[in-house]
């Protein structure tokens, strides 16, 4: 089964730092998604970034990038330029490709919470 | 805009009593799932439809039952509450497709069973 580690349970930076959040994962899989999302204290979950695990360019988005890493099963996710809308709690996530049934289910780590000081 | 919609987001019920969590999507999405999120577990599955009257058991479904018998409608129902129920869930919403589609979430239902 597959499974999901972030083993940063809080984090902070200042404002206009740059973080980087942890994230690896465990699968035989060959190709997958991973997934950010950031679930802000209103509870939204929203999708942050997302990487196909056959794409060896790293995904970026704005001032959000990931360093994917498949060979170490290691998917970061880089925020630069901090800002206060940016504290929230940050969900690393696995999804299959054979989409069938619960396989399109996404496992999810724990979370890192992210806190932005002025 | 897409809207994946919880009917509440605050409920709190007695022990032992019959709960129903109401989540709608107006987006024509095949799956439909409920999570549960407590702090330090992140998200776990409780339950899973990919289409009408389909439903499939996540990681946790014990305590738990689900109703799918309109596409944009998926029920979690607790047949029976007990505290250890009480808990944060999540609703979401995907397309049944390979392609590298994002899961879409409602606001989250904080239940308190006491």
């Known amino acids: 089964a597959q499974t999901v580690t972030q083993s940063q349970p809080e984090m902070s930076v200042q404002e206009a730092e740059t973080v980087t959040l942890s994230c690896t994962y465990d699968t035989s899989e060959s190709d997958y998604y991973l997934f950010w999302y950031k679930q802000p204290p209103s509870r939204q979950m929203i999708l942050v970034i997302r990487?196909?695990?056959?794409?060896?360019q790293n995904a970026t988005e704005n001032r959000f990038s990931v360093n994917f890493q498949k060979a170490a099963k290691s998917f970061s996710l880089k925020i630069s330029d901090s800002q206060l809308g940016d504290a929230a709690m940050y969900f690393c996530a696995y999804r299959r490709t054979n989409y069938g049934g619960s396989q399109g289910n996404l496992i999810f780590g724990k979370g890192t919470k992210l806190s932005v000081k002025p | 805009d897409v809207k994946v919609t919880q009917s509440s987001r605050y409920l709190v019920k007695r022990t032992g009593e019959k709960v129903f969590l109401e989540c709608v999507q107006d987006?024509?999405?095949?799956?439909m799932f409920w999570y549960r999120q407590d702090p330090g577990l992140g998200l776990r599955l409780i339950y899973f439809?990919?289409?009408?009257?389909?439903?499939e058991k996540g990681d946790i479904p014990e305590g738990y039952s689900v109703s799918r018998e309109k596409k944009e409608r998926f029920s979690l129902i607790l047949e029976s509450a007990s505290t250890n129920q009480t808990s944060m869930y999540l609703c979401a919403s995907s397309l049944y497709t390979a392609m590298n589609t994002e899961a879409f979430f409602g606001q989250g239902t904080r239940l308190t069973v006491v």
């Open positions: 990487q196909e695990a056959y794409k060896q």
């Open positions: 439809s990919y289409d009408v009257k389909m439903k």
């Open positions: 987006m024509d999405h095949e799956n």
